[in-house]
């Protein structure tokens, strides 16, 4: 999917951006209309101006979910299930995978997929149901597995906190992938739970520049911040690692022996990185930041990706899709490894403990009368 030209979905000039990833309301590949303004004689066009300049605000929209644990059969991930507790994420991260999610809502990967952010306000509930079945059998589950489950929002609603107190209860194991300091604040479950096997933490440091962090993931936790979170956990006692993804040439690949360094420095255990995506409408996303926040490396970013998606902006086979290939691509893992044989990371695998699992207790209304006794 190549860049559109010109956008006429931009919402609000980029000039006007404040901690957004994207200005670009672009249509999703499921559109069938198109819209075009046009000046009806009653100065409409003059007042939408004037609206544009204001930066968009983030609008929540509550859902409750039907079901809540999804399970996947990639030979890519590590674990077969997860909960997002949120659809849509404020972080703006302009290179995010999962944007292309939002089009099955009818709205925008771009400036709707951070600015209109789906709560799943019965997470917990729906999970007690799941994890209450006969049949049920332990495996990890990942929380925020696409988008993060410590978005802004989570500091009110707690939807996440309310997960994780479940499977705290139910001594079930965990792994959390995050950028945001928010993670802190259930320190006092993560920690008793990391201890005793029960819980493990990736924390995503993209970059160690603050300028680029900015631009980049606009919303999220700075990475001087993410380090401190890094700190935290290991102190506490959870089996912490560091991802440095996505990878992305000429603009954060430099730093990969530097991130490591400071993360393995900090207490991190183990470490991955993924290759820079481009999957559905995140491509044209792409390629519009690149040409706004770095035009003189566009060319060079976008031609070293073709050198590792066999000649096209992005490969979505399994087994190639996270890592690529070529000669880029294997130098790449080779660095990687290499770094992490020397900072002593992913020496040994974490590990979570099965056998502690207990299925939750029913909820008080659906107690039968001889569990009141």
């Known amino acids: 999917m190549p860049p559109a030209s010109p956008k006429p979905d931009l919402l609000i000039p980029a000039q006007a951006l404040k901690g957004r990833g994207t200005a670009w309301a672009i249509a999703h590949r499921f559109e069938r209309d198109q819209r075009e303004a046009f000046d009806d004689g009653w100065g409409t066009l003059e007042q939408a101006a004037d609206e544009q300049l204001l930066p968009p605000r983030t ?38 995978f999962a944007r292309p999610t939002h089009s ?5 990967p771009g400036l709707d997929f951070e600015t209109r952010i789906v709560a799943k306000t019965n997470a917990a509930e729906r999970l007690r149901a ?43 194991p965990l792994s959390i992938v995050t950028k945001s300091a928010g993670i802190l604040r259930d320190l006092d479950l993560l920690g008793p739970m990391g201890r005793d096997g029960l819980a493990s933490v990736y924390v995503s440091i993209t970059t160690l520049d603050a300028g680029l962090a900015r631009i ?25 690692g560091v991802s440095v993804s996505p990878l992305i040439p000429f603009l954060n690949e430099p730093e990969l022996e530097r991130v ?9 255990r183990s470490a991955f990185s993924i290759a820079l995506r481009l999957p559905w409408e995140v491509n044209p996303l792409f390629q519009d930041w690149l040409q706004q926040h770095v035009p003189e490396r566009a060319a060079r970013v976008m031609a070293r990706l073709h050198d590792m998606r066999g000649g096209r902006d992005n490969d979505a086979r399994f087994g190639i899709r996270m890592r690529g290939e070529g000669l880029w691509a294997e130098l790449v893992r080779q660095r990687l490894r290499k770094a992490c044989a020397r900072l002593g990371l992913n020496r040994e695998r974490i590990a979570l403990d099965l056998g502690q699992f207990r299925p939750p207790q029913a909820a008080v209304g659906s107690q039968k009368q001889g569990e009141l006794f």
């Open 59 to 96: 609008q929540i929209i509550e859902e409750q979910a039907g079901r809540i644990l999804s399970r996947n059969q990639s030979p890519d991930i590590p674990f077969d299930r997860s909960i997002n507790p949120y659809r849509g994420c404020e972080h703006g991260c302009v290179y995010c």
């Open 130 to 172: 799941e994890l209450s079945k006969p049949g049920y059998r332990p495996q990890p589950i990942c929380l925020g597995a696409a988008t993060d489950a410590y978005q802004p929002i989570e500091r009110k609603l707690r939807i996440t906190r309310g997960l994780i107190d479940l499977l705290h209860e139910c001594r079930h």
């Open 216 to 240: 980049l993931e606009p919303r999220a936790a700075s990475p001087q911040s993410r380090l401190k979170v890094l700190k935290a956990l290991a102190e506490a006692g959870v089996p912490v």
């Open 260 to 268: 490591l360094e400071a993360a393995a420095a900090l207490g991190a």
């Open 104 to 108: 099955y809502l009818g709205l925008s």
